[in-house]
C-alpha cells in the first residue's frame, strides 16, 4: 500500500465516527504521521511507512498509550489492549478500516 492508499482509506474511516475532532497528519515521502484529536483529552497517533509496512495506531490518554495496533518486522501484527496496554498480543493482519472499527469498539467500553 502507498501512502495515497493509507491516506484515502484511514480519512475514509475517521469520517463516519463521531468522537473525532481535528485530524493533523503530516506526509514526508513515503511516510505518514500525526495525530487524529479525538473528544474527551484523547487522541489517536497514526504512523504508517510505505517502504517497510511499519503501522501504528495508538490511542493516549494523559499521555499513555491506553490501546492500540501496530504492525513492524520485528513482532508482526500485534494489539496493544485496553485491559493491559504494555502488552503485545499477537493478531492476523489488518486493514485500514478493521482497526478503525476497533477503535471504535474500544470507545464505546471507555468512561
Given at each position: ?11 475514509d ?9 481535528k ?9 505518514v ?7 474527551n483529552?484523547?487522541f ?5 511507512n ?8 495508538a490511542?493516549v ?21 485496553l485491559?493491559h496496554?504494555?502488552t ?19 470507545w464505546?467500553?471507555?468512561p
Amino acid at each position: 500500500m502507498d501512502i495515497s492508499q493509507f491516506l484515502i482509506l484511514l480519512l475514509d474511516g475517521l469520517s463516519g465516527l463521531d468522537f473525532v475532532e481535528k485530524v493533523d497528519l503530516q506526509t514526508e515521502v513515503f511516510i505518514v504521521k500525526g495525530r487524529v484529536i479525538l473528544k474527551n483529552h484523547r487522541f489517536l497517533q497514526v504512523y504508517f511507512n510505505e517502504l517497510t509496512g511499519t503501522t501504528a495506531f495508538a490511542l493516549v490518554e494523559n499521555d499513555m498509550r491506553i490501546w492500540g495496533v501496530d504492525y513492524d518486522n520485528l513482532r508482526g501484527w500485534h494489539v496493544h489492549p485496553l485491559e493491559h496496554p504494555e502488552t503485545h498480543n499477537q493478531t492476523k493482519s489488518k486493514i485500514v478500516q478493521e482497526i478503525i472499527d476497533e477503535l471504535s469498539q474500544v470507545w464505546s467500553r471507555l468512561p
